[in-house]
């Protein structure tokens, strides 16, 4: 139709953020308004909370499932083994995180010439309620440090980090998840008091509690009061998407139709890697969630091949999860050593 931009983000019929099965009758409701517009079948697509909600849906109504989330915490990573068979993973990736990804990357990146410049340590925030997944994504743009929710914050290690990469090549650039949390298990966030509509704390604002706190600490030592923290926010997941994940998008919501139109009902169109190149693939709802006792959908982790605690970076595997996604690595982004020619 001629109302639909492939090439533009967002969603034409918009969305929200309403828990149907903590409204009293709102599951039963929904059908019934569906039944009464002539909707014989139903495609939700989202992350976690759209596929926990849509899956007590589909008890009642016919549906299939396309996911959607930035924070990539949809489907199952490759089995347990030192070595990771990426073809084994379930939903390589949920559409919207590769945009989000490689714009994530290109501001990390970007922000090595202000923090080389100026001598700074900035702290940069990646969306990411539970999963770190986008700010692994970091690593693509050349992140120093990078910490993310499934390790938490051990600020003693982040400390000696900062001071000894500091001192070899005065800036950093730390990357962290706005899902992280503190070594007692807390959410570091500036609204610890607010709550949506799934009972989540209102994550964002570890950055600047982070920079502030090694400032405090650092900058005598360190012989430097740069220290700053960056919030892209929304601009993380804005905009049109690119290539693959508009092509990827378009190829799931097809699998998804047509998977109704044979039947499948509880079916999820999903990707799968196939050497470096990505397709899709129709699997069934009890193969791609994983649920808990009370029905919510368990996030996908970062998987624990992918990230080096000890060091805060992301391992060679984990860097080579996002070739299909983002292409080769860049070459680093470093400038040359400054040599003083004197007279």
């Known amino acids: 139709p001629d109302m639909i931009d492939e090439n533009r983000g967002g969603t034409l019929i918009k969305t929200s953020r309403t828990d149907l099965r903590k409204v009293e009758g709102g599951i039963e409701q929904a059908v019934e308004n569906l039944k009464k517009i002539g909707v014989d079948g139903l495609i939700p697509i989202g992350g976690d909370d759209t596929l926990t909600v849509g899956a007590a849906l589909s008890q009642e109504f016919t549906t ?3 996911t959607k989330t930035i924070d990539n915490d949809v489907g199952r990573n ?5 070595r990771v068979d990426y073809e084994e993973i379930i939903n390589y990736f949920c559409p919207g995180f590769p945009s989000a990804a490689a714009r994530f990357s290109s501001f990390v990146r970007d922000l090595h010439t202000t923090a080389y410049s100026h001598e700074r340590i900035m702290v940069v925030e990646a969306m990411g309620r539970d999963m770190g997944w986008l700010a692994l994504s970091g690593e693509y743009g050349d992140a120093d440090i990078t910490i993310i929710p499934e390790h938490g914050l051990n600020y003693e290690r982040l400390k000696d980090l900062v001071t000894r990469r500091f001192k070899e090549q005065r800036h950093l650039i730390i990357v962290v998840a706005e899902g992280l949390k503190d070594e007692e298990g807390n959410l570091i966030t500036s ?3 607010y709550m949506d509509a799934f009972g989540h704390a209102k994550p964002g604002g570890c950055s600047e ?3 502030k706190r090694l400032k405090g600490d650092l900058a005598k030592q360190l012989g430097t009061s740069n220290f700053n923290h960056v919030i892209p926010s929304y601009l993380q997941r804005c905009g049109p ?7 990827c998008a378009i190829a799931l919501g097809r699998k998804a139709v047509e998977a109704l139109y044979r039947g499948k009902v509880n079916h999820v169109a999903c990707t799968r890697r196939c050497g470096d190149r990505i397709e899709t693939v129709l699997l069934s709802l009890d193969e791609v969630l994983e649920l808990d006792e009370e029905g919510h959908v368990i996030p996908r982790k970062v998987d624990e091949r992918f990230y080096d605690p000890e060091e805060m970076k992301a391992t060679p595997e984990g860097i080579e999860y996002f070739k299909p996604l983002l292409g080769p690595k860049p070459t680093s982004y470093r400038y040359p050593e400054l040599r003083v020619q004197t007279a």
């Open 64 to 66: 299939a499932f396309v």
């Open 78 to 82: 490759a089995p347990e083994g030192e």
């Open 191 to 193: 609204s610890p008091d």
């Open 209 to 211: 509690v982070i920079a």
């Open 241 to 247: 998407p690119i290539e693959l994940d508009r092509d």
